[in-house]
C-alpha cells in the first residue's frame, strides 16, 4: 500500500505534541520509501484505571534485570490532588509476572504533581525523576501551583524531594527525565524561565541543569534565538567525551528548533544544527538516538511534503534521513537494532497512532495501528528493548477505561 500526505497539520503544547494529518492513497513523487503492514505480535499488558494505579502514563520505560518495568503517570493516584483534580500522578513498578504496584503517589504540595517524564534507575535501584509542577506553592510559574520538583525513590520506595525549581534562574516545568554522566551526575533540562527573551514561548528560554554531589543544582540558562534554543523537552543523550545532547522545539538562526551538545565538564553549550525549512529541513525536533557516529532524531514537517522525519547530522552537518511523506508525525524515542533497522511510534489524523519499524533500505512498515478507547491504547510515548527481541510500551490514552496502557510488541 503506497500512501502520501495532502495536509498535515503539526502543533505543540505545554503538556503534549499532538500531531495530526489526512491520510490518502496515492505515493507522492519522490518519497523514497512504501508503506506495508507486518504480521507481528501485540498485546495489552495493562490497563490503567485512572484512580490509584494512575492514569496518562508518560516518557519510556525502564527494566531492570529482572525484567521488571518502572514508569510514571501524569494523573491518577492521589484524587485528592490540589493541582489536578484527576489526580497528581505515580510511580509504578510493573512486575515481570503483570503486576502493577504504585511505589508513590504524588500530593501536589511539596513533593511535586504531574511528571511528563518517564524515570531513570541507577545500579543501585534507586528511582529519579521530575514533576512539571508541585513543589514550592509560592512559585510564581503555573498560577501559584509550583515549578516543579526533582525527586529521589530509594531502595525502601520511601519518595524524597532532593530539588524544588524557584522558577527564576533555575527554571520551571521539566519535562523530561533525568539523565546519569560518566561521572555520575545528573542532567536535565526545564521548559520554560531562566533568561527571558522576547521571542521565547512564555516566560523565560529554559534551562539545562546538573544535579551534582549532596545534590547540589547548577544551572545553565538557554538563550533563545537566534544565536541559542528555546523550550527544550525531549530527554538529554549522554555521549562519548564527557558530552550530552539534545533539542529545542524553538529557537536557532530561523526560531525552528536547534540540536546542541552541552559539556558535562564546563556546561559550554554549543549549537550543532538550526533547523530552516526554508531549505527543505525539518523543524521542532525531539528525541535523539546516538548510533554509529551519528545523531538521529525525529521532527516535524520537511519539505514539500510537509510530513515527519527522521534526519541525521554528522561532522559534515545535517541531512533529511527519512521523509515519511503522509499522515505520521513521529514522536516519543526512536530505537535502533544491530542491523540497523529503527523503530518508533507516530501520531496519526484519528490521535490514536502507529508502531512502526523503518528498514535499511527505507521502508516503511507499520507494526501496529492503536484502535484506541476501548480496544487499545493510542499515542504510544516511548518503547524499551528486553535484549530477546520484545519491545515494551505505555500510550498516554485509550485501553478499557481510556486512562492509557502498558504494551508488548514482538516485531
Given at each position: 500500500m503506497k500512501l502520501?500526505?495532502?495536509?498535515?497539520?503539526?502543533?505543540?503544547?505545554?503538556?503534549?505534541?499532538?500531531a495530526c494529518a489526512a491520510l490518502m492513497l496515492v505515493l507522492a513523487p519522490g518519497i523514497l520509501t512504501t508503506s506495508r503492514v507486518q504480521a507481528q505480535t501485540y498485546s495489552v499488558l495493562y490497563n490503567f484505571t485512572g484512580g490509584a494505579d494512575g492514569s496518562q502514563p508518560v516518557g519510556t520505560l525502564v527494566m531492570d534485570s529482572q525484567g521488571n518495568l518502572y514508569g510514571a503517570t501524569k494523573a491518577g493516584g492521589n484524587l485528592n490532588c490540589s493541582v489536578n483534580n484527576l489526580g497528581c500522578g505515580v510511580i509504578f513498578k510493573f512486575t515481570a509476572k503483570g503486576r502493577l504496584i504504585v511505589l508513590h503517589a504524588f500530593n501536589g504540595d511539596t513533593d511535586g504533581a504531574e511528571p511528563e517524564a518517564g524515570v531513570f534507575r541507577n545500579s543501585r535501584g534507586e528511582i529519579f525523576g521530575t514533576t512539571s509542577r508541585g513543589g514550592d506553592p509560592a512559585c510564581a510559574w503555573g498560577n501559584g501551583k509550583g515549578c516543579g520538583t526533582i525527586y529521589r525513590l530509594g531502595s525502601s520506595d520511601k519518595e524524597t524531594v532532593i530539588h524544588t525549581f524557584n522558577g527564576l534562574d533555575e527554571g520551571a516545568a521539566p519535562a523530561a527525565p533525568v539523565v546519569q554522566d560518566a561521572s555520575g551526575n545528573l542532567w536535565g533540562t526545564t521548559q520554560f524561565e531562566g533568561v527571558s527573551n522576547p521571542q521565547c514561548f512564555g516566560p523565560g528560554c529554559g534551562t539545562l541543569f546538573k544535579l551534582g554531589p549532596e545534590f547540589k543544582l547548577t544551572t545553565y540558562a538557554l538563550k533563545g534565538p537566534p544565536n541559542d534554543g528555546y523550550w527544550p523537552?525531549?530527554?538529554?543523550?549522554?555521549?562519548?567525551?564527557?558530552?550530552?545532547?539534545?533539542?529545542?522545539?524553538?529557537?536557532?538562526?530561523?526560531?525552528?528548533?536547534?540540536v546542541y551538545r552541552v559539556s558535562a565538564k564546563t556546561g559550554q553549550v554549543t549549537i550543532l544544527h538550526s533547523f530552516d525549512l526554508a531549505t527543505g529541513d525539518a523543524a521542532n525536533p525531539g528525541s535523539l538516538l546516538l548510533s554509529g557516529g551519528k545523531i538521529y532524531g525525529i521532527a516535524g514537517p520537511a519539505g514539500s511534503f510537509s510530513g515527519g522525519t527522521v534526519f541525521e547530522l554528522d561532522n559534515t552537518g545535517e541531512s533529511i534521513f527519512f521523509n515519511f511523506g503522509l499522515a505520521y508525525n513521529p514522536a516519543g524515542n526512536l530505537l535502533r537494532d544491530s542491523i540497523g533497522n529503527f523503530y518508533g511510534q507516530a501520531g496519526t489524523t484519528d490521535a490514536t497512532g502507529i508502531l512502526y519499524k523503518l528498514d535499511t533500505a527505507n521502508n516503511l512498515t507499520v507494526l501496529h495501528f492503536f484502535g484506541g478507547f476501548p480496544i487499545d491504547g493510542d499515542n504510544s510515548t516511548g518503547m524499551v528493548p528486553d535484549g530477546h527481541g520484545n519491545l515494551y510500551g505505555i500510550t498516554f490514552g485509550g485501553g478499557t477505561t481510556?486512562?492509557?496502557?502498558?504494551?508488548?510488541?514482538?516485531p
Amino acid at each position: 500500500m503506497k500512501l502520501t500526505l495532502q495536509s498535515q497539520c503539526f502543533f505543540r503544547s505545554i503538556h503534549r505534541r499532538v500531531a495530526c494529518a489526512a491520510l490518502m492513497l496515492v505515493l507522492a513523487p519522490g518519497i523514497l520509501t512504501t508503506s506495508r503492514v507486518q504480521a507481528q505480535t501485540y498485546s495489552v499488558l495493562y490497563n490503567f484505571t485512572g484512580g490509584a494505579d494512575g492514569s496518562q502514563p508518560v516518557g519510556t520505560l525502564v527494566m531492570d534485570s529482572q525484567g521488571n518495568l518502572y514508569g510514571a503517570t501524569k494523573a491518577g493516584g492521589n484524587l485528592n490532588c490540589s493541582v489536578n483534580n484527576l489526580g497528581c500522578g505515580v510511580i509504578f513498578k510493573f512486575t515481570a509476572k503483570g503486576r502493577l504496584i504504585v511505589l508513590h503517589a504524588f500530593n501536589g504540595d511539596t513533593d511535586g504533581a504531574e511528571p511528563e517524564a518517564g524515570v531513570f534507575r541507577n545500579s543501585r535501584g534507586e528511582i529519579f525523576g521530575t514533576t512539571s509542577r508541585g513543589g514550592d506553592p509560592a512559585c510564581a510559574w503555573g498560577n501559584g501551583k509550583g515549578c516543579g520538583t526533582i525527586y529521589r525513590l530509594g531502595s525502601s520506595d520511601k519518595e524524597t524531594v532532593i530539588h524544588t525549581f524557584n522558577g527564576l534562574d533555575e527554571g520551571a516545568a521539566p519535562a523530561a527525565p533525568v539523565v546519569q554522566d560518566a561521572s555520575g551526575n545528573l542532567w536535565g533540562t526545564t521548559q520554560f524561565e531562566g533568561v527571558s527573551n522576547p521571542q521565547c514561548f512564555g516566560p523565560g528560554c529554559g534551562t539545562l541543569f546538573k544535579l551534582g554531589p549532596e545534590f547540589k543544582l547548577t544551572t545553565y540558562a538557554l538563550k533563545g534565538p537566534p544565536n541559542d534554543g528555546y523550550w527544550p523537552t525531549a530527554s538529554l543523550v549522554p555521549g562519548p567525551g564527557g558530552n550530552l545532547y539534545g533539542t529545542t522545539l524553538f529557537g536557532g538562526a530561523q526560531n525552528e528548533g536547534t540540536v546542541y551538545r552541552v559539556s558535562a565538564k564546563t556546561g559550554q553549550v554549543t549549537i550543532l544544527h538550526s533547523f530552516d525549512l526554508a531549505t527543505g529541513d525539518a523543524a521542532n525536533p525531539g528525541s535523539l538516538l546516538l548510533s554509529g557516529g551519528k545523531i538521529y532524531g525525529i521532527a516535524g514537517p520537511a519539505g514539500s511534503f510537509s510530513g515527519g522525519t527522521v534526519f541525521e547530522l554528522d561532522n559534515t552537518g545535517e541531512s533529511i534521513f527519512f521523509n515519511f511523506g503522509l499522515a505520521y508525525n513521529p514522536a516519543g524515542n526512536l530505537l535502533r537494532d544491530s542491523i540497523g533497522n529503527f523503530y518508533g511510534q507516530a501520531g496519526t489524523t484519528d490521535a490514536t497512532g502507529i508502531l512502526y519499524k523503518l528498514d535499511t533500505a527505507n521502508n516503511l512498515t507499520v507494526l501496529h495501528f492503536f484502535g484506541g478507547f476501548p480496544i487499545d491504547g493510542d499515542n504510544s510515548t516511548g518503547m524499551v528493548p528486553d535484549g530477546h527481541g520484545n519491545l515494551y510500551g505505555i500510550t498516554f490514552g485509550g485501553g478499557t477505561t481510556g486512562a492509557g496502557t502498558i504494551f508488548k510488541l514482538r516485531p
